[in-house]
């Protein structure tokens, strides 16, 4: 399975702002990008201008980047997206959200999205009675989402119950983290999303 294996913080750096990649190390004063908010590479100082394509391109790249996705598979999302009724841009954003290991990571259950797919990939979560290992899997209204029996005495799920509270909650889930569980009330509109994406940028590269 292809995937990501450079640097998370060289990321981070080519957008110009925190994507929040390697979870709490992006909050300390450890993180690259406070100690060189500028791009990598020798002539990542003085870069001229962007283009729009480029700036398009940037906002792809970034949206590709929180989640975590490649570009056929976010390319693919797009084309979903770009099917259904109601703004495309705003149909994207929505999709990204509704899989598996974005929920985990925004329920507070992960410290990034990157632990969060690997939580799921381990076969530590139970979607709705049944056990689901793949982190794209999408959830819908109603789901009921859970760490398995097993896997709660985990280090890493005893700090997160531990740390309930720390995080925000999106509107859009309900988390209850004594029993460490996910219940979805429905599928999260654009103005409840807060990643710092346009998403008309987006539709306007795929469209050329």
Known sequence: ????????????????????????????????????????GEHGRGRSKDSEYLLQLREKQKAKRVYGVLEKQFRGYYTE???????????LLQILESRLDNVIYRAGFAKSRDMARQVVRHGHVIVNGRKVD????????????????????????????????????????????????ILVHSLPARAVID???QEQLIVELYSK
Request: glycine share 6%.
């Open 1 to 40: 399975m292809a995937r990501y294996t450079g640097a998370d913080c060289r990321r981070c750096r080519r957008e110009k702002m925190k994507l929040f990649l390697k979870g709490s190390k992006c909050e300390g004063p450890k993180c690259p990008i406070e100690i060189r908010p500028y791009p990598p």
């Open 81 to 91: 997206a770009n099917r259904q009724q109601g703004k495309t841009g705003d149909v």
């Open 134 to 181: 793949i982190p794209s899997f999408r959830v819908t209204d109603n789901d009921i989402i859970s760490i398995r029996e097993k896997s709660l005495e985990m280090t890493p799920f005893v700090i997160a119950r531990a740390e309930a509270g720390s995080r925000p909650v999106p509107a859009w889930i309900e988390v209850l983290s004594s029993q460490m569980r």
């Open 195 to 197: 990643t710092p994406v």
